[in-house]
């Protein structure tokens, strides 16, 4: 496999759920169990398949290697990687903010939410 194809690859491969970036960015590990399990179960609800997310990445990541004139991703990783990162999720149809918009209506609905703040990103 030619190691712009591995590069490629590996970035789908290590693509985490969105639901356990957001978890993670609430520190839902760190909730109450009753409140934990709300939170969880709404995610389980809300967040699309895995498979899904991964699709919305390829074709993000597509378009970014069309607008930058290439046919595959660099065999190395390109020194503004932080660029390349932004672009892709910004150019994926598979957005958080409508999931994210959801979750925090129920979360203040069911929860206090005027004592924290609930994150903006995962």
Not at 29 to 44: A, F, I, S
Not at 99 to 114: F, S
């Amino acid at each position: 496999m030619a190691a712009s194809q591995q590069r490629a690859t590996a970035m789908m491969r290590n693509t985490r759920a969105l639901k356990f970036r957001i978890a993670t960015a609430w520190n839902v590990d760190r909730m109450p169990d009753d409140m934990r399990q709300h939170v969880m179960g709404w995610l389980d609800e809300l967040a699309p398949p895995l498979a899904q997310e991964r699709q919305s990445v390829a074709m993000g990541a597509a378009r970014v290697l069309a607008i930058r004139g290439l046919q595959q991703f660099p065999a190395t990783q390109p020194a503004d990687w932080e660029t390349w990162r932004r672009d892709i999720l910004r150019f994926q149809p598979l957005k958080a903010e409508p999931m994210l918009a959801e979750l925090r209506q129920r979360y203040c609905a069911t929860y206090d939410c005027t004592s924290g703040e609930t994150p903006d990103t995962p």
